[in-house]
């Protein structure tokens, strides 16, 4: 997040959601916009390293900026997990990325309901988050659409009990567990470098003090 912060074009964008997610007079909506589109606007894989970052415990200013990245909100409300994804459903476009991620995560035989169900709550609580196919990049780039929606609200399972507690740990685990979109990282004798073809050359996004 740091180097984010320190390099002047990745800085440019995260401005506007500095400004908009960390002002005192706060208005909920617009941030989330303001995630989204600062999301819609980095190459998959610098928005993948933010989404993936972890902050020095003792580094506030990291934190904070990647509570407000994480989550894409400034409310201090937590909300009943399940209660996210109703938000979330209220809201076509949130619903259209919703029903892409189940669809792009799990495989058709691994689907706890009918395609014609995906995007309902009860279809997503159902699901189960050890078969997310986390490593498969049309899963992860499905991942990060959801940024900045209500299904990325911080949220609680807080005083649930019996099934709506076992759904709700489903969803807070599938939403907020960013392990299961992480990629094992190989041994240093076995790395070797990633290959691009022309056109991811053409659009390279060129920031110096990135490290991946």
Not at 55 to 77: Q, V
Request: proline share 4%; charged share 20%; aromatic share 6%.
């Amino acid at each position: 997040m740091a180097v984010c912060v320190r390099d002047v074009i990745c800085n440019r964008y995260l401005v506007p959601v500095r400004q908009a997610c960390a002002a005192a007079q706060c208005d909920n909506t617009h941030c989330q916009q303001v995630t989204q589109q600062f999301y819609g606007s980095m190459p998959f894989n610098v928005a993948e390293m933010l989404v993936m970052c972890e902050c020095e415990a003792s580094d506030e200013n990291c934190l904070h900026m990647k509570d407000i990245l994480h989550s894409g909100t400034c409310d201090d409300e937590v909300w009943i997990c399940q209660d996210a994804v109703v938000q979330c459903l209220q809201d076509w476009h949130c619903r259209n990325l919703l029903k892409t991620f189940q669809s792009k995560c799990w495989r058709a035989e691994d689907a706890q309901c009918s395609e014609s169900d995906l995007g309902s709550a009860e279809c997503i609580s159902q699901m189960d988050p050890a078969l997310i196919l986390g490593v498969d990049p049309e899963c992860r780039t499905a991942f990060l659409a959801t940024l900045g929606t209500a299904l990325m609200h911080p949220c609680t399972c807080k005083g649930l009990h019996k099934d709506d507690l076992l759904k709700c740990n489903r969803l807070q685990d599938i939403f907020h567990n960013r392990s299961h979109f992480m990629i094992p990282q190989k041994h240093s004798e076995d790395h070797q470098p990633p290959e691009t073809n022309e056109s991811e050359q053409d659009h390279k996004w060129v920031i110096g003090t990135f490290e991946f």
